[in-house]
């Protein structure tokens, strides 16, 4: 059963068509690649399916439900997280802090920020710390931390929202190559530990085929093609328009070789 059904996604900026006419399903416990290159619709669709955006036409169901029109934060309350291109945490707060926040926000507590904000979900900010790697820094400001453990820390604070559908939208842009590894990593496997769904923007077509169940190519904000990662790596359109027949050519005749 779907989790997610997307029908006819469009959206305009004046005579420039941003996202035309884009339908999926998302399957539960999909782990989704939505790939493009730069201007594609990417952005667009994500911030039309979070609510930031409402479509000019179109559907969004998660779980039957049409949430087009609803207000980010319902949609946040419905089960739909959302990470961020560039990281947004409180700087002068520790990471355990920023975390504490987010489960503060989750459980809809009210509390005085000096004296109590510290004393809750310890355990639970602590346990989320260590399932994306960041135990060790739990008491540092957010300002000492080296990009990379900001990625993960914004990872940590997503989940503490316990969300069923989680975007990322380009989450290891400015990372080290060996970081993006990483980072995607830990998320596939709290993908199928948790059994969440995901759909992630990404150009590190390493990270994409190594880890996307599934592909969605967008260009110029049509969808040109979908599937598995041989499926998009084998077709032609995708090849030219995005991923560079030459340098796919290469890559396989080097994997083969």
């Known amino acids: ?28 416990g999909e782990f989704l690649a939505l790939i493009g ?12 399916i979070g609510g930031y955006l409402r479509p000019d036409r179109g559907s969004v169901r998660l779980e039957g439900r049409d949430i ?21 945490t409180f700087r002068s707060m520790t990471v355990r802090e920023n975390v504490q926040m987010a489960l503060i926000s989750h459980h809809r507590r009210s509390f005085d920020m000096v004296s109590a904000a510290a004393k809750l979900y310890v355990a639970e900010a602590d346990a989320l710390l260590a399932d994306t790697g960041m135990e060790a820094h739990a008491g540092r400001p957010c300002s000492e931390l080296a990009y990379g453990d900001l990625k993960r820390l914004e990872l940590a604070i ?46 590190d077509m390493d990270v994409v ?18 599937g598995t990662g041989d499926e998009i790596r084998a077709d032609a359109t995708v090849r030219e328009v995005y991923l560079g027949g030459g340098a796919i050519r290469a890559r396989d005749e080097a994997d083969h070789a």
Do not use: Y
């Not at 059963?1 to 539960?28: E, I, N, P, Q």
């Not at 594609?40 to 994500?46: H, L, M, N, Q």
């Not at 087009?68 to 947004?88: C, H, K, Y």
């Open 68 to 88: 087009v029109g609803l207000p980010p934060r319902r949609i946040w309350r419905m089960g739909v997280g959302r990470t961020f291109q560039i990281t947004e």
């Open 209 to 226: 085929f190594a880890h996307a169940h599934r592909i969605l190519v967008l260009n110029r904000g049509r969808l040109i093609a979908e």
């Open 37 to 48: 290159p730069n201007g594609a619709g990417k952005t667009t669709c994500f911030n039309m």
């Open 158 to 203: 997503a989940m503490a929202h316990k969300p069923r559908l989680l975007l990322m939208d380009e989450p290891t842009a400015g990372m080290a190559p060996s970081e993006r590894v990483a980072l995607m990593a830990l998320t596939a496997g709290i993908v199928a530990r948790e059994g969440l769904s995901v759909i992630f923007t990404e150009h």
């Open 1 to 28: 059963m779907s989790l997610l059904k997307v029908r006819g996604l469009t959206k305009k900026f004046g005579g420039l068509v941003a996202v035309g006419d884009v339908s999926f399903d998302l399957a539960r």
